[in-house]
């Protein structure tokens, strides 16, 4: 029987239980080193989440202010606009009430003459029939065909005047011999021709920065 040291034995089971310990701190430190790791790329992502998030939201809100400022530029100018043609439809008003009035004027007759020559150089014909007012008789005169051809240049009795019911003071209906051509020169009428003429030049003359089309 072999007889073993006891001091061997001893020494041999410190050796065995300091490599133990040794080999317990080196999992414990791996594993705490690991857990870090874990943390650290848990944290990282996390971060990277929010800034994510943070981006996105931004981005959003950044957006919704563009949509809100542009909503708010397509209101203010929608108002504007309307603005602008209730003006213009008061212009508008205006002038037909004053247009309405010169019957009173003491240049009416001229003015229908006037009115009425413009049609009849417009039409290329050789007779005429002027449509007036009945009411704007006794105004006029009875010389009134007369006055018309002379400053219309055309031969003498070739205009004929045609007092009918039409509202007074309005203006002259013109036609040629068989009234294939019809030139309406009362007053709302030539209003109606040139008001989108008008209309623009009063808005540009009110808005300089208005587009002619606007």
Same mark, same amino acid.
């Given at each position: 029987m072999?007889?073993?040291?006891? $001091?061997? !034995?001893?020494? *041999?089971? +410190?050796?065995? *239980?300091?490599?133990?310990?040794?080999?317990?701190?080196?999992? =414990?430190?791996?594993?705490? %080193?690991?857990?870090?790791? *874990? *943390? +650290?790329k848990a944290n990282d992502g996390a971060d990277n989440a929010r800034q994510k998030r943070l981006n996105e939201a931004r981005a959003e809100g950044e957006r919704l202010k563009d949509i809100t400022l542009a909503s708010a530029s397509v209101e203010a100018r929608r108002l504007r606009l309307e603005r602008i043609e209730t003006l213009l439809e008061s212009i508008r008003a205006d002038v037909r009430g004053k247009l309405s009035g010169l019957r009173a004027d003491g240049n009416f007759r001229d003015i229908i003459v006037n009115l009425a020559v413009s049609a009849i150089k417009d039409m290329g014909s050789e007779a005429f029939t002027v449509r007036l007012p009945e009411g $704007? %008789? !006794? =105004?006029?005169?009875? $010389?009134?065909? %007369?006055?018309?051809?002379?400053?219309?240049?055309?031969?003498?009795? !070739? =205009?004929? =005047?045609?007092?009918?019911?039409m509202a007074e003071g309005e203006g002259p209906v013109v036609e040629d011999a068989n009234a294939s051509q019809v030139w309406d020169n009362r007053f709302p009428a030539r209003l109606e021709r040139l008001w989108p003429q008008f209309r623009r030049l009063i808005a540009q003359k009110m808005l300089p920065d208005m587009k002619a089309g606007s």
């Open positions: 072999t007889m073993t040291d006891p $001091d061997s !034995s001893e020494a *041999l089971c +410190n050796e065995i *239980l300091a490599h133990a310990q040794r080999e317990h701190d080196e999992i =414990v430190q791996a594993a705490k %080193r690991d857990a870090e790791e *874990l *943390l +650290n $704007d %008789r !006794s =105004v006029l005169g009875t $010389d009134i065909a %007369r006055q018309i051809a002379a400053k219309a240049g055309c031969a003498e009795g !070739s =205009v004929t =005047v045609s007092f009918e019911p």
